[in-house]
């Protein structure tokens, strides 16, 4: 596939990394041109750094590799208000949450997907990869087994179709919770893992085994 990458940070490199491994095409497209060009070189071939607006033109998928506070401003540089996501399916893995607790830090009622979609009109959002560290997802999977489960939000069939494709490439196994309706309960599944992380709690005790 021909993926674009809006960020340079360690889950762009992460999942940059392993899609390349698995043959795609990626375009990277950051604030900064210099970093950008510095991730696509560690990359390696198949890997390009390109300014925003080029990084989303004629791909099969974006990733939004960004703080959820930067959102906007990468967005704006990507050109997503005059529709140059129209039609792409948009990887939203953003964590609007308070460091260290967990709390939401959208109003109540609203996700982070939804708004997205709101500043990307026409984008197909898919919100995934928002629950482990870029580090779960480097370096070659091993032993056939998936390294977790990414469970995903979206709207369009097609789209999480693709995601769960790109999913696959980098050793998860796509899980489909619901349309981005359900997509508040699962960022908030974030906060309580993080939340319950920080103060020093595994969360998976806290989480029932069902047979």
Same mark, same amino acid.
């Given at each position: 596939?021909?993926? @674009?990458?809006?960020?340079?940070?360690?889950?762009? $490199?992460?999942?940059?990394?392993?899609?390349?491994?698995?043959?795609?095409?990626?375009?990277?497209?950051?604030?900064? *041109?210099d *970093?950008?060009?510095?991730l696509?070189?560690?990359?390696?071939?198949?890997a390009?750094?390109?300014?925003?607006?080029? $990084?989303?033109?004629?791909? =099969?998928?974006?990733l939004?590799?960004?703080s959820?506070?930067?959102?906007?401003?990468m967005?704006?540089?990507?050109?997503?208000?005059?529709?140059?996501?129209a039609?792409?399916?948009?990887?939203?893995?953003? +964590?609007?949450v $308070?460091?260290?607790?967990g709390?939401?830090l959208t109003?109540?009622?609203?996700?982070?997907?939804?708004r997205?979609?709101?500043?990307?009109p026409?984008?197909?959002?898919?919100?995934?990869f928002?629950?482990?560290? $870029?580090?779960?997802?480097?370096?070659?999977?091993? =032993?056939?087994?998936?390294?977790?489960?990414?469970v995903?939000?979206? =709207?369009?069939?097609?789209?999480?179709?693709?995601?769960?494709?790109l999913v696959?490439?980098?050793?998860?196994a796509?899980?489909?919770?619901?349309?981005?309706?359900?997509?508040?309960?699962?960022?908030?599944?974030? @906060?309580?893992?993080?939340?319950?992380a920080?103060?020093?709690?595994?969360? +998976?005790?806290?989480?029932?085994?069902?047979?």
């Amino acid at each position: 596939m021909r993926i @674009g990458i809006l960020g340079t940070g360690t889950l762009a $490199a992460a999942l940059g990394e392993g899609w390349i491994r698995a043959g795609h095409e990626v375009r990277i497209g950051g604030r900064s *041109r210099d *970093r950008a060009a510095k991730l696509a070189e560690r990359l390696g071939r198949g890997a390009y750094a390109v300014p925003p607006r080029e $990084a989303v033109a004629g791909r =099969d998928a974006v990733l939004l590799a960004v703080s959820w506070d930067g959102v906007g401003e990468m967005l704006g540089l990507a050109g997503a208000a005059d529709g140059a996501l129209a039609g792409t399916p948009l990887i939203d893995p953003t +964590n609007a949450v $308070a460091h260290g607790v967990g709390d939401l830090l959208t109003e109540r009622g609203e996700s982070m997907a939804l708004r997205i979609a709101g500043l990307a009109p026409g984008a197909h959002v898919v919100k995934a990869f928002h629950l482990f560290p $870029a580090g779960l997802w480097t370096g070659p999977a091993d =032993d056939g087994r998936p390294r977790a489960t990414v469970v995903m939000c979206g =709207d369009d069939p097609a789209a999480l179709r693709i995601v769960g494709e790109l999913v696959r490439d980098v050793g998860g196994a796509p899980a489909t919770l619901g349309s981005l309706d359900r997509v508040r309960q699962l960022e908030e599944i974030a @906060g309580f893992v993080i939340g319950l992380a920080f103060a020093g709690v595994d969360p +998976n005790s806290a989480i029932p085994r069902v047979s």
